[in-house]
């Protein structure tokens, strides 16, 4: 158990629809990344946010966001839904905006129907 | 985009064998991870190598890198079931990690 928590764990939705996914980073963990697995483009790094504040961005989709709130939780956002968007997403932290190991959640399954 | 590729692909062996998969990439690097997921599970992290170091040891797995060739290797000594995942190397740290695509390890009793 990393100490990386994420919900829900899995998700079922149809095209068009928004959800939001939720990542609690490990105690004390002040960076938390977004990352995106599918079966076509493998393992992709969505976007960093540290202390509040985001710090690097990857091949994430306007039709994306996030944000990380006071209590360094983190929220994706994924709107207008396609089908293309069924993927793992996996929430990982790390102590310091230029950590070298990141720490995994468990992952959010979304299928977009 | 994926920084590395992993061969092979795919790999099946019998528990107590030993397990190797390589790992290539493009550009020039600072570290090099290495990484186990398990069946569509969370990642989890095994070891990291610096450009500086040409060999790294953790229990049962044995790194080595090469910058020149821009390549890296894993071994697993003395496999078991439970090794069962897919391998994933990964280079960057610090903003993002670039992960490669994989090597998915079957080991049968």
């Known amino acids: 158990d990393s100490g990386v928590t994420q919900t829900p764990k899995h998700l079922i939705t149809a095209t068009g629809q928004r959800v939001t996914l939720r990542c609690s980073p490990r105690?004390?963990?002040?960076?938390v990344y977004w990352y995106q697995q599918s079966l076509d483009q493998g393992l992709q790094f969505l976007i960093q946010?540290?202390?509040?504040?985001?710090?690097a961005k990857g091949n994430i989709l306007e039709r994306f966001s996030a944000q990380q709130f006071p209590d360094l939780h983190s929220e994706l956002n994924l709107s207008s839904l396609e089908l293309g968007d069924s993927a793992l997403y996996f929430c990982?932290?790390?102590?310091?905006?230029?950590?070298?190991?990141?720490?995994f959640g468990p992952g959010t399954r979304l299928t977009v129907l | 985009s994926q920084q590395g590729e992993e061969d092979p692909q795919a790999l099946s062996i019998q528990e107590g064998e030993n397990a190797t998969m390589n790992c290539s990439y493009k550009?020039?690097?600072?570290?090099l991870q290495w990484y186990r997921q398990n069946s569509g599970r969370g990642l989890v992290h095994l070891i990291l190598?610096?450009?500086?170091?040409r060999e790294k040891h953790s229990g049962r797995l044995r790194v080595t890198l090469d910058t020149s060739k821009k390549s890296s290797s894993l071994l697993i000594t003395a496999s078991r079931a439970a090794d069962t995942a897919s391998y994933f190397c990964?280079?960057?740290?610090?903003?993002?990690?670039?992960f490669g695509t994989g090597t998915q390890l079957k080991v049968e009793l």
């Open positions: 990982a932290s790390s102590p310091q905006v230029r950590e070298d190991t990141q720490y």
């Open positions: 550009t020039s690097i600072n570290n």
């Open positions: 190598i610096r450009s500086n170091e």
């Open positions: 946010y540290y202390n509040g504040e985001e710090r």
């Open positions: 990964a280079t960057g740290g610090g903003n993002k990690l670039t």
């Open positions: 105690s004390g963990d002040l960076s």
